[in-house]
């Protein structure tokens, strides 16, 4: 496959099914992936949905994680041996549209050899609810779809080994300055497939490096841009190579399936935090959320 490829020549490949001892901790990822921490950013969102630009918010959680390759699940109990170690990217996107709420999660888990075994998405509105997911098995993905939508209702399809869109927020944390570049075959996000109401097949995208990011010549920070000519649509990504390619932000430009208008999402930085939030779950903890510019649940 032309992904592998390409990865081939860029890192040296490992075998997948390595035992529990050798995946607590990968060459391959760097040690800020290893201090016990999660890196946790928050984002202002702005987002292109129906007619407007829509207001909302985006935390975007980064960790290590050690994966089992045959469950395809977290390493729990440590007693697996078929596990690897995985960066796994948490992208949780809330949004109002009008008077009702959209609530979006994505969880992607990339191995340190750039390959992604598994993503899963959900997608929350006051009309109901949609799920999908895709398993990677002898280079081929596994999708399996739910919808409360007639025509999306239930899928299951399988496609070859190519891009995810979802994990290049992963690929960009390992790979950084390596990543791929040129024409690829790629299948857009599960958010994107599930709102624009696209068909789980894999389009072509056309990858490079970029110096303008909203407008604005870069000059400390590095752009990545994906372009998705047959559904006239450009994503660029914000990169800070200072900050262990951290993503700063990124626009996403594409028509509205209601008006076939262009409009741009975006997300700008607010706040990030090395933390285990996963410890910091009482009530003493809220003032954390400030920190990290997070909407305020609490009651008067």
């Known amino acids: 496959m032309v992904k592998n490829l390409i ?13 529990y001892e050798q995946s607590t901790q990968s060459p391959r990822l760097d040690d800020y992936w290893y201090q016990g921490k999660a890196e946790v950013s928050t984002y202002a969102l702005t987002q292109n949905r129906y007619r407007d630009e829509h207001p909302g918010e985006v ?12 469950k395809q699940v977290k390493n729990d109990h440590r007693l697996n041996k078929n596990s690897v170690s ?55 993905y596994k999708l399996t779809g739910h919808s409360y939508f007639e025509n999306e209702n239930e899928q299951s399809v399988k496609i070859n080994d190519v891009f995810l869109e979802d994990e290049i927020f992963n690929l960009i944390r390992i790979l950084k300055k390596e990543m ?32 303008k990011f909203d407008g604005v010549k870069e ?16 994503i660029k990504i914000l990169i800070d190579p200072s900050n262990n390619f951290s993503i700063e932000g990124w626009t996403d430009a594409y028509p509205s399936v209601f008006d076939k208008k262009i409009r741009t999402t975006k997300a700008v930085l607010r706040a990030r935090k090395l933390i285990d939030y996963w410890n910091k779950n009482a009530k003493s903890d809220e003032s954390i959320r400030n920190e990290m510019q997070l909407t305020d649940y609490k009651q008067d």
């Open 86 to 140: 995985v960066l796994k990217s948490n992208l949780l996107s809330k949004f109002t549209t009008g008077v009702y709420d959209y609530s979006v999660m994505t969880s992607v888990f990339t191995n340190a050899d750039a390959e992604t075994l598994k993503l899963s998405n959900s997608v929350q509105d006051w009309c109901g609810h949609t799920w999908l997911q895709a398993n990677k098995k002898s280079n081929t």
């Open 59 to 70: 935390t975007l959680l980064q960790v290590s994680e050690d994966f089992l390759t045959d």
């Open 219 to 234: 000059d400390s920070k590095l752009v990545y841009q994906i372009s998705m000519p047959q559904i006239q649509r450009t």
């Open 180 to 211: 791929p570049t040129g024409s690829v075959q790629m299948l857009p996000s599960a958010q994107t497939l599930r709102m624009l109401h696209l068909p789980l097949v894999p389009i072509q995208a056309d990858l490079k490096w970029v110096q």
């Open 7 to 19: 990865f081939v020549l860029l890192i040296f490949c490992g075998a997948c099914n390595q035992s």
